[in-house]
């Protein structure tokens, strides 16, 4: 589990090879630009990278999620915005395999899975972010139709996604009241409000979703009426082992960029990492990226033996981002002045990383769920 074998390891020459010759030209231009290219991203389902996990039947690779993990990693070491693109795509395909019906899977997963079709994921609203039940976007069934109306924030492929799964009110309040539903891009509408101008990700758009009156066919709600909920968190328990996969890219990354780096430079007629102050930073920064990285594999390979994965996944998600701030900044110490300019890649990485403690359920959503299943096993009968 924790040695990449040959075929992991053919996988992971692959990725970073095509992620390499389709991402980095651009990386630093498309950051300072604020440009999503969806060519790029078509060009990484070509590659076979946009499908990893879902099955061949539905026009995937057919592999695990330790694969998936092992190919996001590659990804974010050239480009954070795209790794996430990557992964936010999975979580369609995700909801799809588990709760789709067949006509849906037909539809829609091979479409995502090769990167003809972007996929986004509709959940947060303006006044529910980490409380995702109380959400107020409806959902009205009116004959062979659904009619849904609404908002939601800060959605990744916001504007330019082909598919969203949209979480919507179908019941009464909370949870339980939640269904989701298949909205295409196309749908009328359906349209993108204020694109958000983020610290990071910058080359990943993000933006508010309006839905007025957006009529969509009855055989587009996802799974059964008052499931959405249960739909969401089950996406977001393997987004999450995407999103440690891909903060552990980014700490990785930073290492290659200050090692050598101090390796080279010299004070005091010897190069810096001869110093402890520079050589032990250098030190906890390897060590944190391989224990996150063995966390996020390790939550991979308990989901792909059918485990219950849900706490370690949000234990490497937790313990992966928090690394990226972490390594990124003290990769930017170890480069001095110059990892504060533009001229090195270290000050896209650690405003890309910040976001990562964020996203698919903040990390203190992630110490919540970690504390309560401690609670559950150690409370005293």
Not at 188 to 199: F, S, Y
Not at 349 to 374: F, P
């Amino acid at each position: 589990m924790f040695v990449l074998d040959d075929d992991l390891k053919e996988l992971q020459a692959a990725a970073r090879e095509a992620s390499q010759q389709i991402l980095a030209e651009t990386a630093r231009m498309a950051d300072e630009n604020e440009e999503f290219d969806k060519g790029l991203f078509t060009q990484l389902g070509e590659a076979g990278l946009c499908g990893i996990p879902t099955s061949e039947e539905l026009g995937g690779l057919g592999m695990g999620y330790l694969e998936y993990a092992v190919a996001l990693e590659e990804i974010a070491k050239v480009s954070a915005s795209y790794a996430v693109t990557v992964a936010v795509n999975g979580l369609p395909q995700i909801i799809l395999s588990q709760y789709g019906s067949r006509a849906q899977q037909e539809k829609y997963t091979s479409r995502l899975a090769a990167g003809e079709w972007l996929g986004a994921f509709a959940l947060s609203e303006v006044n529910s972010g980490s409380d995702a039940g109380s959400l107020k976007t409806t959902a009205v069934r009116d004959g062979d139709s659904w009619v849904l109306n609404g908002s939601k924030m800060w959605i990744t492929h916001g504007g330019v996604a082909d598919l969203y799964v949209v979480m919507a009110r179908t019941g009464g309040p909370g949870p339980r009241g939640v269904s989701a539903f298949l909205v295409e891009g196309s749908a009328v509408g359906l349209t993108a409000g204020k694109k958000e101008e983020k610290m990071g990700l910058r080359a990943s758009p993000t933006a508010e979703i309006l839905l007025e009156d957006v009529r969509i066919p009855y055989e587009n709600l996802v799974g059964k009426e008052g499931e959405g909920f249960k739909v969401a968190m089950s996406a977001l328990d393997s987004g999450r082992i995407t999103i440690g996969a891909s903060a552990v890219g980014v700490c990785q990354a930073a290492i290659e960029v200050a090692a050598p780096y101090a390796c080279q430079r010299e004070q005091f007629g010897k190069a810096i990492i001869d110093f402890q102050g520079v050589g032990f930073m250098l030190a906890d920064m390897a060590k944190r990226t391989e224990a996150s990285r063995l966390l996020v594999h390790k939550a991979a390979w308990m989901r792909d033996q059918g485990m219950d994965y849900s706490t370690i996944a949000a234990m490497a998600k937790c313990e992966a981002t928090d690394a990226s701030i972490a390594v990124t900044t003290d990769a930017v110490q170890v480069l001095g002045g110059n990892g504060y300019t533009r001229e090195y890649p270290l000050e896209r990485y650690m405003r890309d990383a910040k976001v990562m403690q964020i996203v698919e359920g903040t990390n203190q959503i992630q110490r919540l769920v970690i504390s309560r299943h401690i609670k559950r096993n150690y409370k005293p009968e």
